[in-house]
Nanobody, 131 residues
């Protein structure tokens, strides 16, 4: 059974940085796509970034390009989301997800990271950016 656990969320001032972690069990990262998503109060869940561990291609939403970086440590079965220059609009619950298919590859083709294509989810970690 696939299980994902996020951590690293915190309260940070605008312009600050955070690194989120997602530990994956029940699957191996070298064969799985991993994605990061977020959901702000009153808004739909949206895609932030993903990495295809088959070919290492990655995708970033326009809103985070140049500020967020996704990386993996296959020895620890952990995916990271390094977030810099944080803005109040980045405030949300951040979730990591994986799937048996290749949804990140699809995202790079479609230029869209849709939550509906991902089957396994963590419980989320809260990121709050104060102005």
């Amino acid at each position: 059974q696939v299980h994902l656990v996020e951590s690293g969320g915190d309260l940070v001032q605008s312009g600050g940085s955070l690194r989120l972690s997602c530990v994956v069990s029940g699957n191996t990262l070298d064969a799985a796509d991993i994605g990061w998503f977020r959901q702000a109060p009153g808004r739909e869940r949206e895609g932030v970034s993903c990495v295809s561990n088959s070919d290492k291609s990655s995708y970033y939403a326009d809103s985070v390009k140049g500020r967020f970086t996704i990386s993996t440590d296959n020895t620890k079965n952990t995916v990271y989301l390094q977030m810099t220059n944080l803005k109040p609009e980045d405030t949300a619950i951040y979730y990591c997800a994986t799937d048996d298919g290749v949804p990140c590859w699809a995202a790079t083709i479609k230029a869209e990271l849709s939550p509906s294509a991902w089957g396994y989810w963590g419980q989320g970690t809260q990121v709050t950016v104060s102005s």
